[in-house]
């Protein structure tokens, strides 16, 4: 009696949950597939953009290339530069106005401009954190990742059979039936059973983003402390000796080996030249992240993946598990959250077609 009364109570959480979320899901969980094979999509269609066509013996001064954005983009501010460690790879200025610049390291030649607010790639990832609608949007998101997350809960503990010799049924689409109710019921709990530890993974990664409490939590647990994430302030001088290609040859020097390099220039007096360097990893990411004044040159800071504690190797594994981009199984994973994040789209539709055929079934009762 008592479980049935749970299951009840269960069901009605699911379903109000379920109506209320629903649309966001059906977004998110699209948006999130698309976003599976954006670097492989980038590499195709953009390819030229992120490549040069001539690799020469030696890249040109990051200062050079730099002078380059401001004599033909004086009003841009560059933020970050990125790039990764192949020859034939171009140098990517980021700027405040939401713009990327790519340069051919060898000539110090503009390639091509993206306007991130219309790149397709950039819109929808802003689809999927907060729906196109700003701070707005963004509060939404937050709730409907953890709304997400009961919604599996809530679902497993519905989904789970009374006895164990009908796990078989609870596992199997009957793609032969001709009742579509019934193959409308499969589809819904069947592929949303075999999804579920992505879609988990996927809530619990989403929830550590965007809650602080999930941080402190996963901190407690294992023994460390919140890293809370803010600018490098230094001691303005009379003059800046130090550079990003200073900063980045100390970086080659002493920390070799990486496969992608951002650098953060010293936007303002009182910034730091930030440097990090990434590496081959499974699902932990390896960067070290060193920050230099740029007076004199002296470290300031250094974040190197050697001296990960338990905490931070799991923020630095969460946004792998959110989106599938570990090595552990090659582009395999990728394929799997390619899936994982249509079934979540589709859950929503034909959750929404299980309480509709309900309610019509319940007004023809009520017509006799």
């Not at 793609?175 to 988990?200: E, M, P």
């Not at 951002?262 to 030249?273: E, S």
Request: glycine residues 6%; aromatic residues 14%; positive net charge.
């Amino acid at each position: 009696m008592k479980k049935f009364k749970l299951k009840k109570i269960v069901r009605q959480l699911h379903l109000i949950l379920g109506l209320t979320s629903g649309l966001v899901v059906l977004i998110v969980g699209l948006a999130g597939a698309t976003l599976a094979f954006e670097e492989e999509a980038r590499e195709i269609f953009q390819h030229d953009f992120y490549h040069v066509k001539q690799v020469e013996n030696q890249r040109l001064p990051f200062k050079q290339m730099q002078d380059t954005v401001k004599a033909h983009y004086p009003k841009a501010k560059i933020t970050s530069i990125r790039f990764t460690e192949t020859k034939d790879a171009a140098i990517i200025f980021y700027s405040k106005k939401d713009m990327a610049i790519s340069i051919n390291p060898y000539n110090a030649r503009i390639i091509g401009v993206q306007d991130l607010e219309t790149d397709f790639f950039t819109v929808i990832l802003a689809l999927h954190t907060h729906l196109l609608l700003g701070d707005f949007g963004a509060v939404i998101i937050k709730a409907n990742v953890l709304i997400f997350f009961i919604m599996c809960v809530s679902g497993l503990i519905l989904w789970w059979p009374k006895q164990s010799r009908f796990f078989k049924q609870a596992t199997t689409i009957n793609l032969k039936t001709k009742n579509w109710k019934r193959l409308n019921w499969d589809l819904h709990s069947v592929l949303g059973f075999y999804a579920l530890i992505i879609l988990l993974l996927i809530s619990l990664t989403g929830m550590f983003f965007v809650y602080d409490t999930v941080k402190n939590t996963a901190a407690f647990i294992t023994g460390g402390k919140a890293a809370k994430e803010g600018k490098i302030k230094i001691e303005p001088q009379d003059q800046k000796h130090f550079n990003i290609d200073k900063a980045y040859q100390y970086m080659v020097l002493n920390y070799p080996g990486a496969q992608v390099t951002f650098i953060t220039p010293a936007a303002t007096k009182t910034d730091a030249i930030r440097v990090q360097m990434r590496y081959p990893y499974t699902i932990v990411r390896h960067q070290n992240t060193v920050y230099f004044n740029p007076y004199n040159g002296k470290v300031v800071k250094t974040d190197l993946f050697k001296n990960y504690t338990g905490y931070d190797e799991i923020a630095a594994s969460t946004y792998n598990l959110h989106t599938g981009r570990f090595k552990l199984i090659g582009i395999g994973s990728k394929i799997i959250y390619f899936f994982a994040g249509l079934i979540a789209a589709f859950l929503p539709v034909t959750g929404f077609m299980i309480w509709l055929g309900k309610q019509r079934k319940t007004t023809k009762q009520l017509k006799r």
